[in-house]
């Protein structure tokens, strides 16, 4: 069993819209982007990430947590916050991610699993006015989603013993409940083992998300690309 802890530098781009309680705007004209609409930019977080092999059959779990916050002037309606109001915006996404994968490939350095993976993704996005408002336009609007997304899962390893490369790929495009929506997730990481017991790596992560669908009786739109650089150490038991 390998466990891995990691420093991740993640950053966040795409955009996300909220209807207004009485469905009065379609809720595709009123995107507004993270970084210019909600000043929302890029933080850091811990990343870990277990590996677990038996016989041909591989375990892997990892997570991590992103959060960052912004204030900014909107200009476009989020929700029943109308547009030109100083905003505080609070973005929130937390990963755990299961990987269930057995040996296709195995030949030589060059070793090709295939499987599933189970994928939960909360993605909270919270803008509050930092002015009083009155009804009825609200102070503070919430677009929460939450699901576990089961993905196809594929992993190619070339192991030289020292140094090890590894690129998987998760996706599924599917209707859940009253969403739907595209998941993407990719990882590279390379891996310097200078010791049997002992790795230290480091990594890249992009993930997609491109969600629609309805809660709460609001239409809302999430198209968010998560990526950044990881860089940590693991040990083996």
């Known amino acids: 069993m390998r466990v891995y802890a990691a420093y991740m530098d993640?950053?966040?781009?795409?955009?996300?819209?909220?209807?207004d309680a009485a469905a009065s705007q379609n809720v595709n004209g009123i995107r507004g982007d993270l970084d210019s609409e909600f000043n929302v930019g890029d933080a850091n977080t811990p990343y870990v990430k277990l590996d677990y092999a038996i016989d041909s059959w591989d375990l892997e779990l990892s997570g991590f947590q992103f959060e960052d916050s912004g204030t900014s002037t909107s200009t476009a309606t989020f929700g029943d916050i109308p547009a030109g109001t100083p905003i505080m915006s609070e973005l929130r996404i937390s990963n755990v991610k299961l990987g269930v994968l057995t040996k296709v490939v195995d030949v030589g350095p060059v070793e090709v699993s295939a499987g599933m993976a189970f994928s939960y993704m909360d993605v909270d996005m919270d803008v509050a006015s930092l002015v009083v408002l009155r009804a009825p336009d609200t102070m503070y609007e919430e677009s929460n989603?939450?699901?576990?997304?089961?993905?196809?899962?594929?992993r190619g390893a070339v192991d030289t013993g020292v140094v090890r490369g590894e690129l998987s790929l998760a996706w599924i495009e599917a209707d859940i409940a009253d969403v739907e929506g595209l998941f993407l997730d990719i990882d590279a990481m390379v891996v310097f083992s200078p010791v049997p017991a002992l790795d230290i790596f480091a990594g890249y992560r992009f993930i997609n998300m491109d969600v629609n669908g309805k809660l709460d009786g609001q239409q809302f739109t999430t198209h968010i690309e998560l990526s950044g650089?990881?860089?940590?150490?693991?040990?083996?038991?």
């Open 10 to 19: 993640l950053a966040p781009s795409g955009n996300v819209g909220l209807q």
């Open 145 to 154: 989603f939450q699901a576990p997304v089961p993905m196809l899962y594929v």
């Open 229 to 237: 650089w990881y860089l940590g150490a693991g040990i083996t038991f």
